[in-house]
């Protein structure tokens, strides 16, 4: 009960600053620069060991992340470049934060952590390329249990409850596994070179 009221209550302020910024014509590109832009905020801070300020950021440049596709679909203005421009943006704003975790035990000189900062950063990468180039061949790869959306949020509860370094096994393991089994999905769906068959032989009466 009680977290529907919040469900709910979190879509009324969504949609009320939806509306406000469609009636202002914002452009819904604009508002995902925005994002990123926030997201390096919250990696200066990230990058200062300044956790759980850095998690309150990432919320709100997940706001911005909400806000745009919202503003787009109510306006009207959806445009095949706006989506290919927010997904490209998405990368960076997820480079730009790991870059700010890499930076703080690099300043702490916890070498093992920015290795596997740098795991998790190959992880997050290469799941979005895995799903692209995937259905570039097939018709759909959405298989995986580790994608955006899962990533920001353990990351927030990562910085807010200042368990940054479970949340970053946890980050490299099922980010690479999502990967890998991307991969093994496709293998799987992708039509079998058929073997090679020998030409029948010319039979001479």
């Known amino acids: 009960m009680f977290s529907d009221v919040i469900g709910r209550g979190g879509k009324f302020l969504l949609d009320t600053i939806v509306g406000v910024l469609s009636r202002y014509k914002v452009n819904p590109n604009i508002i995902t620069f925005t994002g990123v832009l926030i997201s390096f905020w919250a990696a200066w801070e990230f990058g ?12 709100l440049a997940g706001l911005f992340d ?8 109510l306006s009207r203005t959806e445009t095949a470049f706006g989506a290919f421009y ?8 997820d480079v730009i934060i790991l870059q700010g975790l890499m930076v703080y035990y690099a300043r702490e000189r916890m070498l093992g952590y920015v290795v596997l900062v740098g795991i998790v950063f190959m992880g997050a990468v290469l799941t979005s390329y ?11 790869c959405k298989v995986g249990f580790m994608e955006r959306p ?15 370094e479970a949340v970053l096994w946890v980050l490299a393991v099922l980010g690479n596994w999502t990967v890998i089994n991307r991969i093994y999905y496709t293998w799987k769906e ?13 039979n001479f009466f």
């Open 66 to 73: 909400m806000l745009d596709g919202g503003v787009a679909r």
């Open 86 to 93: 927010d997904s490209v943006i998405d990368r960076y704003s």
């Open 150 to 164: 899962e990533r920001i949020v353990l990351l927030i509860i990562g910085a807010l409850s200042n368990r940054m």
């Open 130 to 140: 895995a799903r692209a180039r995937a259905e570039s061949l097939i018709p759909t």
């Open 190 to 202: 992708l039509p079998k070179p058929n073997s090679l068959k020998k030409e029948p032989e010319s």
């Open 48 to 59: 200062y060991g300044q956790f759980w300020r850095g998690g309150l950021v990432v919320i």
